[in-house]
């Protein structure tokens, strides 16, 4: 096992787990260090995703490893979330590609989709055979969704779609995009397949940040889709928003993964090398650093797991979704940067994780609600005031 | 073919091992446990003859506590169909684990044994030969490569200067090295299919087999720290150090 992939468990919380909880972290763990460590550099420094690993991915079960049916496994909350966290120890570009696959796209199809849509595309999601795409954010509406100026008209039976959306994982390797659109009512969703005339995608490069994962543009030119791809039960905004719910708690605990290899490299680090003639890990104040990173991570470990619970039992509000994410991936974030600089030089190179997770954390603080539209969402909560308009 | 797979739990080799003040055992809090590595092959194997015989079964066996479990159904989850948990509290030594094990194959009708060359915990290295002994069996330990031809099993060792072939009939023990495969991960849909497949408790006192150790572990010590080394300022002084101090030449 690589030293960086270790677990950080300060306060015995395995014993919360089940042994299937406890050996679906262990699988994952293992996949990430036996096929994703070693190549995952030569992707980053090239923009380039690993496409080479849906198979496996799939074969182990990673794709709506949470949804019950349809070919998916059927797991519980917690492992759906250790899975999260095991990937995103590895790079936050591949858990952000299971999130799109699993969070997104099929749990739209399965929440709002019609019997007919989950049976043909579902299981073949679950064997990586079919990729998702999530088309909501466009070039000029990120947070506030609700203005988006994608408009799908009837026309007939079918609908013909006009808009751009920006910032789409997986846009340009997906074979179905969910696409959110304005139409009289409101807002719903369709499912658009590669190919279909007037769609097409751009790729967005000169990213610092995500280079081991795809970003793209969806451009929708007249595109005339039939009556079976639209989503018959999406309807208003809550369609997409349920969809951000699911990913924004995967992300919840992918950070505490990329948080953890951040801590473990710099603990090791700072324990071996040796300034003043005495290991770094030995000076107060690189020891107030690292007692700062446990303590976060166990406190983000004990949200998620607590987290989980609830949304297994049905009891979980997208605002503890919302408290958990801008949180942890917060703290993620401010741990990976100390983590940078306490490996001084080392830290700038990619010979060490840090800098890669640094990079990919700030995005990961923007994405699926920033920082602080998630603080708004918390305000109103508590207070009952609307500060977002 | 019935294919019996015992295995071991065992400290994750990745887990930093410290020995109790006391010297009477290591330290076991925060240890991470795992399927012993060389029984981890030695599972893959089994399920990889099932695969090309049908109608094979693996059969997994284990002595220990009900914590071990939970390393039972991670090889269920890899693919075996049932296991065996011999339940026993107190120390084992190698021999009444092979007398156990040798019960569990007959018991079971096994054709073939299937173990790791050795656990990492003690390296004894001792329970697949004993075994074999016990049974009566033909046995093949170190195995890099097994196959087989109706009811024979041709195996290449790996051996001190090379590799050596043999060649065995069924029933018999193999004990497999490092280089013989790859394990497999217990998939996701796996580890729920786990969930239902039998696993079966049997207390080791019931088997009315004489388990007293003959071997007693009397202390255990970590290695000594590595001393730093030191220049010296000649080859005379080299050789003059090496055969005073250090004792080699």
Same mark, same amino acid.
């Given at each position: 096992?690589?030293?960086?992939? *270790?677990?950080?468990?300060? @306060?015995?919380?395995?014993?919360?787990?089940?042994?299937? #909880? *406890?050996?679906?972290?262990? =699988?994952?763990?293992?996949?990430?260090?036996?096929?994703?460590?070693?190549?995952?550099?030569?992707?980053?420094?090239?923009?380039?995703?690993?496409?080479?690993?849906?198979?496996?991915?799939?074969?182990?079960?990673?794709?709506?490893?949470?949804?019950?049916?349809?070919?998916?496994?059927?797991?519980?909350?917690?492992?759906?979330?250790?899975?999260?966290?095991?990937?995103?120890?590895?790079?936050?570009?591949?858990?952000?590609?299971?999130?799109?696959?699993?969070?997104?796209?099929?749990?739209?199809?399965?929440?709002?989709?019609? #019997?007919?849509?989950?049976?043909?595309?579902?299981? #073949?999601?679950?064997?990586?055979?079919?990729?998702?795409? @999530?088309?909501?954010?466009?070039?000029?509406?990120?947070?506030?969704?609700?203005?988006?100026?994608?408009?799908?008209?009837?026309?007939?039976?079918?609908?013909?779609?006009?808009?751009?959306?920006?910032?789409?994982?997986?846009?340009?390797?997906?074979?179905?995009?969910?696409?959110?659109?304005?139409?009289?009512?409101?807002?719903?969703?369709?499912?658009?397949?590669?190919?279909?005339?007037?769609?097409?995608?751009?790729?967005?490069?000169?990213?610092?940040?995500?280079?081991?994962?795809?970003?793209?543009?969806?451009?929708?030119?007249?595109?005339?889709?039939?009556?079976?791809?639209?989503?018959?039960?999406?309807?208003?905004?809550?369609?997409?928003?349920?969809?951000?719910?699911?990913? *924004?708690?995967?992300?919840?605990?992918?950070?505490?993964?990329?948080?953890?290899?951040?801590?473990?490299?710099?603990?090791?680090?700072?324990?071996?090398?040796?300034? @003043?003639?005495?290991?770094?890990?030995?000076?107060?104040?690189?020891?107030?650093?690292?007692?700062?990173?446990?303590?976060?991570?166990?406190?983000?470990?004990?949200?998620?797991?607590?987290?989980?619970?609830?949304?297994?039992?049905?009891?979980?509000?997208?605002?503890?979704?919302?408290?958990?994410? *801008?949180?942890?991936?917060?703290?993620?974030?401010?741990?990976?940067?100390?983590?940078?600089?306490?490996?001084?030089?080392?830290?700038?190179?990619?010979?060490?994780?840090?800098?890669?997770?640094?990079?990919?954390? #700030? =995005?990961?603080?923007?994405?699926?609600?920033?920082?602080?539209?998630?603080?708004?969402?918390?305000?109103?909560?508590?207070?009952?005031?609307?500060? @977002?308009? | 073919?019935?294919?019996?797979?015992?295995?071991?739990?065992?400290?994750?080799?990745?887990?930093?091992?410290?020995?109790?003040?006391?010297?009477?055992?290591? &330290?076991?809090?925060?240890?991470?446990?795992?399927?012993?590595?060389?029984? $981890?092959?030695?599972?893959?194997?089994?399920?990889?003859?099932?695969?090309?015989?049908?109608?094979?079964?693996? +059969?997994?066996?284990?002595?220990?506590?009900?914590?071990?479990?939970?390393?039972?159904?991670?090889?269920?989850?890899?693919?075996?169909?049932? &296991?065996?948990?011999?339940?026993?509290?107190?120390?084992?030594?190698?021999?009444?684990?092979?007398?156990?094990?040798?019960?569990?194959?007959?018991?079971?009708? &096994?054709?073939?044994?299937?173990?790791?060359?050795?656990?990492?915990?003690?390296?004894?290295?001792? !329970?697949?030969?004993?075994?074999?002994?016990?049974?009566?069996?033909?046995?093949?330990?170190?195995?890099?490569?097994?196959?087989?031809?109706?009811?024979?099993?041709? !195996?290449?060792?790996?051996?001190?200067?090379?590799? $050596?072939?043999?060649?065995?009939?069924?029933?018999?023990? !193999?004990?497999?090295?490092?280089?013989?495969?790859?394990?497999?991960?217990?998939?996701?849909?796996?580890?729920?299919?786990?969930?239902?497949? $039998?696993?079966?408790?049997?207390?080791? $006192?019931?088997?009315?087999?004489?388990?007293?150790?003959?071997?007693?572990?009397?202390?255990?010590?970590?290695?000594?720290?590595?001393?730093?080394?030191?220049?010296?300022?000649?080859?005379?002084?080299? +050789?003059?150090?090496?055969?005073?101090?250090?004792?080699?030449?």
């Amino acid at each position: 096992m690589a030293e960086s992939l *270790r677990d950080l468990d300060y @306060f015995s919380l395995d014993d919360l787990l089940t042994s299937e #909880e *406890r050996a679906t972290r262990d =699988t994952v763990k293992r996949f990430v260090q036996r096929e994703v460590l070693p190549q995952i550099e030569r992707h980053f420094a090239a923009e380039t995703f690993a496409v080479e690993l849906i198979p496996q991915m799939a074969e182990l079960g990673m794709f709506g490893a949470n949804i019950k049916g349809y070919g998916c496994a059927g797991m519980n909350n917690v492992s759906y979330g250790l899975i999260m966290q095991e990937l995103e120890a590895g790079d936050s570009g591949l858990r952000s590609f299971a999130s799109v696959q699993s969070s997104l796209a099929m749990y739209a199809i399965y929440a709002n989709g019609s #019997e007919d849509q989950k049976k043909r595309y579902l299981p #073949e999601m679950a064997k990586g055979r079919l990729i998702g795409c @999530f088309g909501l954010t466009e070039p000029d509406h990120g947070s506030d969704p609700g203005g988006m100026e994608t408009r799908a008209r009837k026309d007939g039976d079918g609908w013909i779609l006009n808009g751009t959306k920006r910032w789409i994982t997986n846009g340009s390797i997906a074979d179905v995009a969910i696409v959110w659109a304005k139409v009289d009512q409101g807002i719903t969703g369709f499912l658009v397949e590669r190919g279909t005339p007037g769609f097409s995608t751009r790729d967005i490069h000169g990213k610092f940040s995500m280079r081991a994962s795809i970003t793209s543009e969806l451009i929708l030119e007249d595109v005339r889709l039939p009556a079976s791809a639209h989503l018959p039960n999406a309807r208003g905004l809550k369609g997409p928003l349920g969809c951000l719910t699911q990913a *924004r708690y995967g992300i919840a605990w992918g950070a505490i993964g990329a948080a953890r290899t951040c801590f473990n490299t710099a603990l090791d680090y700072t324990k071996s090398r040796k300034q @003043f003639s005495r290991p770094l890990a030995g000076f107060q104040l690189v020891q107030s650093k690292l007692v700062n990173m446990l303590t976060e991570i166990t406190k983000g470990q004990m949200v998620c797991l607590r987290l989980a619970h609830l949304k297994d039992q049905g009891k979980m509000r997208p605002e503890h979704v919302s408290f958990a994410k *801008r949180n942890n991936v917060n703290e993620a974030l401010k741990i990976a940067r100390d983590a940078r600089d306490m490996l001084g030089a080392n830290g700038i190179v990619n010979e060490y994780p840090v800098i890669r997770h640094m990079m990919n954390l #700030e =995005t990961v603080n923007t994405y699926e609600g920033t920082f602080d539209v998630h603080t708004l969402i918390l305000g109103r909560d508590i207070t009952g005031e609307n500060a @977002f308009e | 073919m019935k294919i019996l797979v015992p295995i071991k739990r065992v400290p994750d080799p990745a887990t930093t091992i410290r020995v109790l003040p006391d010297g009477s055992g290591i &330290a076991t809090d925060n240890v991470k446990w795992v399927i012993n590595p060389f029984d $981890e092959i030695a599972i893959e194997e089994a399920l990889r003859i099932k695969e090309k015989q049908a109608g094979s079964e693996v +059969v997994l066996v284990t002595i220990g506590q009900s914590t071990w479990q939970e390393q039972l159904r991670t090889g269920l989850a890899m693919g075996a169909d049932r &296991a065996i948990l011999v339940k026993n509290d107190g120390y084992l030594d190698p021999l009444a684990l092979a007398k156990i094990i040798a019960k569990v194959a007959a018991g079971e009708n &096994a054709d073939l044994v299937l173990l790791g060359k050795q656990a990492i915990d003690d390296d004894s290295n001792q !329970v697949g030969q004993m075994l074999a002994e016990l049974l009566g069996w033909p046995q093949a330990t170190f195995a890099s490569k097994v196959e087989f031809a109706d009811k024979r099993v041709t !195996v290449i060792r790996e051996v001190d200067g090379g590799l $050596e072939t043999i060649a065995f009939n069924l029933p018999a023990v !193999v004990t497999t090295d490092l280089r013989l495969n790859e394990p497999r991960y217990a998939s996701l849909p796996g580890i729920m299919k786990a969930r239902k497949k $039998e696993l079966k408790e049997v207390a080791a $006192e019931s088997l009315g087999l004489d388990l007293a150790p003959k071997l007693k572990i009397k202390s255990l010590t970590a290695p000594p720290k590595r001393q730093a080394g030191r220049k010296v300022a000649s080859v005379e002084e080299l +050789v003059s150090v090496l055969h005073t101090e250090a004792k080699v030449i």
